[in-house]
């Protein structure tokens, strides 16, 4: 199996859940041999032309320090000690992972992260890569869940 084909895709948003999830995903490629990939997928909202505050460079530097900041935390008292990638995609979160999880081993996301409907069991990234990905779907959720 080649490493294209050995990889665990995981979702950041920057949510400590989304931490947590890196993590878990870390320690799995460590016993499975596998590579990480992690993913921030992000959309530039339509507004942007009516109200134009906001370029598309401040949506995809804003993302990119969501990427960095999800990886620094998950390994800011521990090295990560498997072969780890970053992709950082302008499209919709849900899109964006299932797209990329293509031949993945695995694909790895928080239950729920910086949506609009905190509290919600599944968030609306978490269900739509349940229904549409193209591999296995692992649902992070906290311990005291």
């Not at 990939?37 to 505050?53: Q, R, S």
């Not at 370029?55 to 320090?65: G, L, M, Q, V």
């Not at 031949?103 to 239950?111: D, E, H, K, M, N």
């Not at 905190?118 to 978490?126: D, E, F, I, K, N």
């Amino acid at each position: 199996m080649n490493m294209a084909d050995n990889r665990i895709v995981v979702g950041a948003d920057g949510s400590e859940l989304s931490i947590s999830a890196l993590r878990w995903a870390a320690r799995q490629a460590e016993l499975t041999d596998a590579e990480l990939l992690v993913v921030t997928g992000y959309d530039i909202p339509a507004t942007i032309w009516i109200t134009p505050t906001y370029t598309e460079e401040d949506y995809a530097r804003d993302a990119e320090r969501l990427l960095e900041h999800t990886v620094s935390k998950a390994f800011e008292e521990s090295p990560c000690q498997v072969p780890m990638r970053t992709a950082l995609l302008q499209e919709k979160p849900a899109l964006a992972l299932a797209n990329i999880s293509e031949g993945a081993r695995l694909l790895v996301i928080g239950s729920q992260g910086q949506g609009e409907l905190p509290g919600m069991h599944l968030g609306s990234v978490a269900s739509y890569c349940v229904h549409h990905a193209p591999c296995p779907v692992l649902i992070y959720r906290h311990q005291d869940d």
